[in-house]
């Protein structure tokens, strides 16, 4: 038996659906397309609840700045004849304020970088043997050196002997971190160390180190 045969025997659609294991829906859809001549008929688009208060919502949001929370907005909102859910309310908000945010963010200024500016340091481990690396970003400059242990005392050593093999300190960043210093494994997370970064900020504002052979930092090549 159809379906069609089996709705206009039993008279509903759950009826049907009983008769034919199926679902009331799917009996709905079989018979509404049976009734348009075998076409699927065109979906009704449902309004939505919150289309009243659209305007409402992205006034407050755009005047806020993208900064109104739901909570103060949603008794405007019931004013103006909102009868949703509190959820569905929240909803919209976080939506028209995510929208907001993507056509007025304030933009991020990207990087310039030039050869010899900045100096990238790490330490690793492999099989009992710390290894204390440094590369000089943007060119093929690097120094590796073993140590026994990743103490503050040995990672001072290790750039002071690295600044020695570099004739100068990378003057980027003498207020902020002329370096990269980590202590620790990258696999187990970056800990700057503080002691580290003043002795660091420190050489780099000695005069006699900012004007060593900076402009031949971007060639030198150092396997060492």
Same mark, same amino acid.
């Given at each position: ?70 909570? #103060? %907005?949603?008794?405007? &909102?019931?004013? =103006?004849?909102? /009868?949703?859910?509190? $959820?569905?309310? *929240? #909803? %919209?908000?976080?939506? &028209?304020?995510? =929208?907001?945010? /993507?056509?007025?963010? $304030?933009?991020? *200024? ?115």
């Amino acid at each position: 038996m159809t379906i069609i045969s089996a709705y206009q025997d039993a008279g509903t659609y759950r009826g049907a659906a009983a008769i034919c294991g199926t679902t009331p829906k799917t009996v709905k859809r079989v018979i509404q397309r049976a009734e348009a001549g075998g076409v699927r008929p065109e979906p009704k688009l449902r309004a939505r609840n919150y289309e009243v208060v659209l305007d409402l919502v992205a006034e407050r949001v755009k005047k806020s700045a993208g900064r109104i929370s739901a909570t #103060r %907005l949603l008794p405007p &909102a019931r004013t =103006d004849g909102y /009868v949703g859910s509190d $959820r569905n309310f *929240r #909803r %919209l908000i976080a939506q &028209a304020k995510k =929208d907001w945010r /993507v056509e007025h963010h $304030r933009g991020r *200024r990207p990087a310039i970088w030039s050869p010899g500016e900045h100096l990238v340091i790490d330490w690793g481990s492999r099989g009992g043997v710390h290894v204390f690396c440094a590369v000089l970003a943007w060119s093929r400059w690097r120094f590796v050196r073993f140590a026994a242990d990743e103490k503050s005392t040995t990672t001072l050593a290790m750039l002071g002997e690295c600044f020695a093999e570099l004739g100068g300190v990378p003057p980027a960043g003498s207020d902020h971190a002329p370096a990269t210093a980590t202590v620790g494994n990258r696999h187990h997370g970056h800990q700057t160390e503080p002691r580290v970064r003043h002795s660091i900020n420190y050489l780099a504002r000695q005069p006699d180190r900012r004007r060593a052979r900076k402009p031949a930092l971007a060639y030198p090549f150092n396997r060492s």
